[in-house]
């Protein structure tokens, strides 16, 4: 079992930059994939990016050289640095973890891109 808690989501004005953080209840090295997921009203949930326990990184076509996905290994987080933010990023932000064929979510975070 994987405890996912996320933060750090708000309010924005364009072009402003949030940090998101997601801790979780497991030692990060466990964790094969950590994961962000963004869910806009009316529509499905989207990769947003994701880091393997390798440290392989894969980003949406929609957020490449905006955003960055990095692994706290001390505290057992990670965490999405988002710039350069568009009114088309605000949508609840879901962190996700898959260990040992298992998925797990967060509870998400409001993020709201607006002026």
């Known amino acids: 079992q994987v405890q996912l808690v996320e933060s750090g989501g708000g309010l924005v004005q364009p072009g402003g930059s949030l940090t998101l953080s997601c801790a979780t209840s497991r030692t990060i090295f466990s964790i094969d994939v950590m994961a962000w997921y963004r869910q806009a009203p009316g529509k499905q949930r989207d990769l947003v990016a994701d880091i393997s326990s390798a440290n392989y990184i894969n980003y949406a076509d929609s957020v490449k050289g905006r955003f960055t996905i990095s692994r706290d290994n001390a505290k057992n987080t990670v965490n999405l640095q988002m710039n350069s933010l568009k009114p088309e990023d605000t949508a609840v932000y879901y962190c996700?973890?898959?260990?040992?064929?298992?998925?797990?979510w967060g509870q998400g975070t409001q993020v709201t891109v607006s002026s």
């Open positions: 996700h973890a898959k260990k040992n064929l298992f998925n797990y």
